[in-house]
């Protein structure tokens, strides 16, 4: 791979000067009650970026109730679904007019790459508000048949107060991602995006104040989760939270809705996800996808395609293709349109990263590439390949959450699907052969939320996605999102005006 050091971002891009760094409550920028502020770094530099306020248990009851009052009586939840369409697609609009400062707050914020962001990242998420946008009017319910005399139908009403606590790697889409179906649903709520990246949450809630949508119905505080974030699963007044984030934070969430008001909650979580290459495929087209499996956004994706099982026919010639590919891999600053991978997201991340990687070496793993940090400033990492990898070594069972690839070898179907279900995570799984029978046997017996036949990565707004077993529950995208934000009323009443029991 290419490290580039000592790069100048301002010879690409200016980067922009921090507008919003308040919490976002009643539709106003306000402090947090304790006057207290927290730093957002960039982790290109390690430098401070902004101070932003941190809200804590005190500032999540002030935005619960204006959330509360919007919903029981302002005019969000009331109003025809066509109007919340249209709000929402002005919101749309204004994401789309503010598409280069918003992708440099996630790069600077998040070390996510600029290009991706401008073509990729932040127009999908203009998307993701019309989807959802086009969904706010046609929310039905159905007429039943009963079985005796009496005519029935159910309404689907909108949850009420929503929680969304969301992670910062993504932090454009995991916002529009929870915010667009519960608004297109009728919901108010309160959104806490991670510590590490809320520069973004909070512009989109001044676009979308700026769009029309009433104050009081989207609210960011900023903040920590075990003080912010704890106090939204465990709050009374809040209907239903959806979190995306880590499994033992989800198990964390889940008890405090469990141990409050008894609120649903859906979950997605971690992954280790297989990634399964058979004979039959063109070696060098599957090595530039395997890469972009382990080492897309940093390796930074709970999707991530990071136990690569190669069948035995092509193994020796899939690591020399992958091993001449990564040399042309380039970490870097994320400005750089030349670069695919920026810096780890914090510290604490980059050193987790590295830790993972020195368990592979000492538990004797065989290193292809990377294995060492890239650069003296900044939380670069090396694009890292182990082979000789086992399925009980630590780098092949847990969720490293950066840029580092285990390969293993693989006989038969019959074998590979027992290896890759070998997991308690079920989120996602990449099948590549051009053999039908195989890929549908495969695609069958895999126990995960997605499954890509040769393709991965290849998520699309209409197509749900969520976790089997410990990467959670319930769906993010498509309709069944929306449906995630809806409850369903059963209305009966006799058909002739007779009492009826
Ligand atoms: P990651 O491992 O991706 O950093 P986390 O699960 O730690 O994911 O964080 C995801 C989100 O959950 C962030 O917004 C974080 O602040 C929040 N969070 C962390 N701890 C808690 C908690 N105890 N209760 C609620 N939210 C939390």
New binding site residues.
């Given amino acids: 791979m290419t490290v580039l050091s000592n790069d100048n971002p301002e010879a690409y891009v200016k980067i922009p000067k921090i507008k919003f760094t308040k919490l976002f409550i009643n539709g106003e920028f306000v402090d947090s009650v304790s006057g207290k502020t927290f730093e957002t770094v960039d982790p290109r530099t390690e430098e401070v970026i902004a101070r932003i306020a941190e809200g804590d248990k005190e500032d999540i009851d002030l935005a619960v109730k204006a959330a509360r009052d919007a919903f029981d009586h302002g005019p969000w939840p009331r109003m025809p679904g066509c109007e919340r369409r249209r709000l929402m697609l002005k919101f749309a609009d204004l994401i789309n007019e503010n598409v280069e400062e918003l992708a440099a707050l996630d790069t600077v914020d998040g070390g996510k790459l600029y290009s991706l962001g401008k073509i990729r990242d932040i127009p999908s998420s203009a998307e993701i508000i019309r989807y959802y946008a086009g969904a706010a009017d046609k929310i039905h319910g159905a007429t039943l048949k009963m079985s005796r005399d009496l005519q029935a139908y159910t309404l689907h009403e909108p949850v009420g107060v929503v929680g969304h606590?969301?992670?910062?790697?993504f932090p454009s889409q995991m916002f529009v991602m929870k915010v667009g179906p519960a608004l297109a649903a009728g919901c108010t709520m309160v959104v806490?995006?991670?510590?590490q990246t809320p520069l973004s949450a909070l512009y989109y809630a001044h676009l979308a104040k700026l769009a029309g949508i009433p104050d009081g119905v989207l609210n960011v505080i900023t903040g920590?989760?075990?003080t912010a974030?704890?106090a939204?699963?465990s709050h009374m007044d809040i209907d239903k939270v959806s979190f995306t984030?880590?499994t033992e934070?989800g198990r964390?969430?889940m008890q405090a809705a469990a141990a409050s008001n008894l609120k649903p909650v859906s979950l997605e979580l971690g992954g280790k996800s297989p990634f399964i290459i058979f004979d039959d495929v063109d070696v060098d087209k599957v090595a530039d996808l395997a890469l972009q499996g382990s080492f897309y956004n940093k390796g930074e994706i709970c999707v991530a395609g990071s136990r690569v099982f190669v069948q035995e026919g092509i193994y020796d010639k899939f690591l020399i293709k992958l091993a001449e590919k990564v040399k042309s891999w380039v970490v870097g600053d994320p400005f750089n349109p030349e670069v695919h991978q920026g810096p780890q997201v914090d510290k604490q991340q980059y050193d987790k990263i590295l830790s993972y990687i020195e368990h592979g070496k000492k538990g004797g793993a065989t290193l292809l590439s990377g294995g060492k940090p890239g650069g003296e400033k900044g939380y670069y990492i090396e694009p890292t390949i182990f082979t000789d990898v086992t399925d009980d070594m630590i780098i092949a069972k847990e969720e490293i959450f950066g840029p580092v690839m285990s390969v293993m070898k693989f006989k038969t179907v019959e074998e590979v699907i027992k290896r890759a279900n070998a997991t308690k995570y079920g989120l996602a799984a990449g099948i590549m052969t051009n053999d039908l029978n195989t890929a549908n046997t495969v695609s069958r017996s895999i126990r995960a939320g997605v499954i890509w036949i040769n393709c991965y990565f290849a998520f699309d707004r209409d197509l749900p996605y969520g976790g089997y077993k410990m990467s959670g529950f319930e769906r993010d995208f498509g309709l069944e999102a929306l449906n995630k934000y809806l409850q369903v009323k059963s209305v009966a009443t006799p058909i002739h005006n007779s009492p009826w029991l």
């Avoid at 606590?165 to 790697?169: E, R, V, Y």
């Avoid at 806490?192 to 510590?195: H, R, S």
């Fill in positions: 606590i969301i992670p910062w790697n806490k995006p991670a510590e920590y989760g075990s974030g704890a939204i699963s984030g880590s934070v964390l969430v």
